[in-house]
């Protein structure tokens, strides 16, 4: 079926440091992929999306590009803040569908 | 634009009671969502609307659960005879399907306890 498989968390970073959350799917034909953010107390909000193989997402100093040939959409950012920390959801929608799809989540701490 | 709103934010109810949730999309939006989130693990999709219109349910929507968005606008969900295992978060989120692929934006969600 289709799913979205994230690393597992807690990550743990110091602030600057480079990001990396790694999220790989399965679904059938051409998906859309997002990466949705939910700060403590908050709802989710969409932090970058890509529709189509080879596209780049990017918002807030985080890219994400969308791999066909791994099935990938990994979460990047150059020089994390404490701001940043959060839980991190992958999540698919399907080519003729209107649900989500999510990952279970990667929460991220980071230190000052 | 005020975002999408769902009352109450939390709720504790004993086992067997029924409850309603409700969710305030924003306006003018013809989509509305509901997903279920429990600790750990990320939203799952209960169901859908177009404008009125309940679209596709998921197999986790049991006989207990039932949604409604009767004119389109706001939407309520509720849950029958609960079971310990509905407690979770209960999302809602809305989007504008205007002929091309669009946006689901999140409500801060309803927390069920069912003790």
């Known amino acids: 079926g289709n799913s979205v498989t994230q690393m597992e968390g807690p990550v743990t970073l110091s602030e600057e440091a480079f990001l990396t959350i790694n999220c790989t799917y399965t679904?059938?034909?051409?998906?859309?992929l997002f990466w949705y953010v939910q700060y403590p107390g908050e709802g989710l909000q969409l932090l970058l999306k890509?529709?189509?193989?080879?596209d780049k997402g990017s918002n807030k100093g985080f890219e994400a590009t969308y791999r066909k040939e791994t099935t990938s959409f990994h979460l990047e950012k150059g020089s994390v803040q404490v701001s940043d920390s959060a839980v991190y959801f992958c999540?698919?929608?399907?080519?003729?569908?209107?649900?989500?799809?999510f990952g279970a989540g990667t929460i991220l701490r980071v230190k000052s | 634009d005020t975002g999408v709103s769902q009352n109450p934010r939390h709720k504790i109810t004993k086992r067997g009671q029924n409850v309603t949730f409700r969710c305030d999309p924003i306006?003018?939006?013809?989509?509305l969502y509901w997903y279920r989130q429990t600790l750990g693990q990320g939203p799952e999709f209960l169901t859908y609307?177009?404008?009125?219109?309940?679209?596709?349910k998921s197999r986790l929507l049991s006989d207990r659960f039932s949604a409604e968005r009767p004119k389109g606008s706001f939407s309520t969900l509720e849950i029958q005879r609960t079971e310990q295992g509905d407690s979770a978060m209960y999302l809602c989120?809305?989007?504008?399907?205007?002929?091309?692929?669009?946006?689901?934006?999140f409500g801060p969600g309803t927390r069920l306890t069912v003790l």
């Open positions: 609307f177009q404008n009125e219109a309940q679209l596709e």
């Open positions: 890509a529709t189509k193989a080879d």
């Open positions: 679904a059938t034909g051409y998906p859309s």
């Open positions: 306006s003018e939006h013809n989509r």
């Open positions: 999540a698919l929608r399907l080519e003729y569908g209107n649900k989500l799809v």
């Open positions: 989120a809305s989007s504008l399907n205007a002929g091309g692929w669009d946006t689901q934006y």
